[in-house]
């Protein structure tokens, strides 16, 4: 789990972590992101935020 920082909304940090997780090679090219489920244990997480995190990464351009 990571250490929310109260002034920004989870599911935007979730997606932060994600973003950088693939730029810096932690997640491959072609593989989808974490699921919903992986990312309620993970860090912890409501299935709400899981949600968001993906809707916010889909309109980025990601799935």
Partial sequence: MIEFAPDRPRWRQVADVIRRRIADGTYQPGPRVPS???????????TTTGQKVHRGLRSGGLR
């Fill in 36 to 46: 919903v489920v992986e990312m309620l244990e993970e860090f912890g997480i409501a």
